[in-house]
């Protein structure tokens, strides 16, 4: 059973900036896909980006392409979220998450470990 723990959420005043961080447990973290979704109230959960098991190849949702970056430390068993120019509609609970699917997948029937979540709050 895998475990993720984000942290680096927080209030930020639009156009700021923050690094999301997930801690797994597991030493076989780099058999994962790990990708970041998020839920704003009211609206559904929806995909934000993936990065493969090798960290070679990311995925991104077209409202946060040019002003996120996911990246992981395999060593450190840690996927990370930088989330650059940030807006008001990027106000969500952000979650973590990990996939035994080989390759991109932006559905979160795909991913079976998940986290609790971390609260990001822009400010206009």
């Known amino acids: 059973q895998v475990q993720l723990v984000e942290s680096g959420g927080g209030l930020v005043q639009a156009g700021g900036s923050l690094r999301l961080s997930c801690a797994a447990s597991?030493?076989?973290?780099?058999?994962?896909?790990m990708g970041w979704f998020r839920q704003a109230p009211g609206k559904a959960r929806e995909f934000v980006a993936q990065?493969?098991?090798?960290?070679?190849?990311?995925y991104y949702a077209d409202p946060v392409k040019g002003r996120f970056t996911i990246s992981r430390d395999n060593a450190k068993n840690t996927v990370y979220l930088q989330m650059n120019s940030l807006k008001p509609e990027d106000t969500a609970v952000y979650y973590c998450?990990?996939?035994?699917?080989?390759?991109?997948?932006?559905?979160?029937?795909?991913?079976?470990?998940w986290g609790q979540g971390t609260q990001v709050t822009v400010s206009s």
């Open positions: 990065i493969i098991r090798s960290g070679s190849m990311t």
């Open positions: 998450a990990g996939s035994g699917v080989f390759g991109v997948t932006t559905s979160s029937y795909d991913y079976k470990y």
């Open positions: 597991e030493r076989t973290f780099s058999n994962y896909g």
